[in-house]
């Protein structure tokens, strides 16, 4: 099931850079692409185009078509970045986990995830029963309904 929303937040300008209107963006993905000159990102002011990006430290410095000026940039701190979801099929979003029944491949039901906790190793999902659950044992999902898992033994013990 395809989730309704079609846009992701991915980042935000950060504050002016230099004189010519460019912008430090605080990119939230690791999809560089969203940046790629040609791309279109919506904000609640309308779309913008990417003309330029470079890497810049930990953030990125971009040209976007509709500022063009320091001052213009300055007016554009804050501004949260949208871009469409990227849907390769191999992608879990977060927000595709809440309220979701986690069976096991047996069928038995192992609870209804209700939070999610980052973790570096893979993220982990929080079941009402107080099970703890990696995402890398999902093996089938249907968004906010079913998450099939193949957990290895003595998860639940």
């Given at each position: 099931?395809?989730?309704?929303?079609?846009?992701?937040?991915?980042?935000?300008?950060?504050?002016?850079?230099?004189?010519?209107?460019?912008?430090?963006?605080?990119?939230?993905?690791?999809?560089?692409?969203?940046?790629?000159?040609?791309?279109?990102?919506?904000?609640?002011?309308?779309?913008?185009?990417?003309?330029?990006?470079?890497?810049?430290?930990?953030?990125?410095?971009?040209?976007?078509?509709?500022?063009?000026?320091?001052?213009?940039?300055?007016?554009?701190?804050?501004?949260?970045?949208?871009?469409?979801?990227?849907?390769?099929?191999?992608?879990?979003?977060?927000?595709?986990?809440?309220?979701?029944?986690?069976?096991?491949?047996?069928?038995v039901l192992r609870g209804?995830?209700?939070?999610?906790?980052?973790?570096?190793?893979?993220?982990?999902?929080?079941?009402?029963?107080?099970?703890?659950?990696?995402?890398?044992?999902?093996?089938?999902?249907?968004?906010?309904?079913?998450?099939?898992?193949?957990?290895?033994?003595?998860?639940?013990?």
């Amino acid at each position: 099931m395809a989730d309704e929303r079609a846009t992701l937040e991915v980042g935000r300008i950060v504050k002016a850079h230099g004189l010519r209107g460019q912008v430090q963006v605080d990119l939230w993905s690791d999809r560089v692409e969203r940046l790629g000159v040609g791309a279109t990102l919506e904000t609640e002011r309308g779309p913008l185009v990417v003309v330029a990006s470079a890497a810049h430290q930990a953030r990125f410095i971009v040209s976007f078509d509709r500022i063009d000026s320091r001052e213009e940039a300055e007016r554009w701190r804050g501004i949260v970045l949208s871009a469409p979801r990227i849907d390769d099929g191999s992608v879990i979003w977060i927000d595709q986990l809440f309220g979701a029944e986690v069976v096991d491949t047996s069928g038995v039901l192992r609870g209804v995830v209700v939070d999610v906790e980052a973790n570096p190793a893979s993220d982990i999902m929080v079941l009402d029963t107080g099970a703890l659950v990696p995402l890398t044992f999902v093996v089938n999902l249907d968004a906010n309904r079913r998450v099939e898992i193949d957990p290895p033994d003595g998860l639940f013990e």
